[in-house]
């Protein structure tokens, strides 16, 4: 299990966020510091350090929606889960199981 990002203790905003995920519609932006999600996940590990490590700063997310991602991003900074419908819950879930 990774351990949570205790935001209480660290200051995010410090740091410019360096990987930036766009969404199908183009219109929604989710920038993030590549290093924590690479601790909280293993995919993202292997996405940004690995041997096929993505080179640009700007990802394209379509398996998914922005909010679902979003949900995500936000559980793993330790900010905890704020989705409230079943549908948007499996959506998280999803997204859970496929970022590990």
Not at 11 to 32: E, H, M, R
Not at 70 to 95: H, K, P, Q
Request: contains cysteine; negative net charge.
């Amino acid at each position: 299990m990774a351990p949570q990002l205790n935001a209480k203790l660290l200051d995010i905003n410090l740091v410019p966020k360096d990987i930036t995920f766009i969404f199908q519609d183009y219109k929604t932006q989710i920038s993030a510091h590549k290093s924590i999600l690479a601790m909280a996940s293993p995919v993202f590990s292997r996405m940004f350090y690995g041997p096929l490590k993505e080179t640009k700063d700007e990802i394209m997310i379509e398996e998914t929606t922005d909010k679902a991602f979003e949900v995500m991003i936000c559980f793993i900074y330790g900010r905890g889960i704020s989705e409230d419908t079943v549908e948007g819950l499996f959506a998280v879930g999803n997204m859970a199981e496929r970022y590990d």
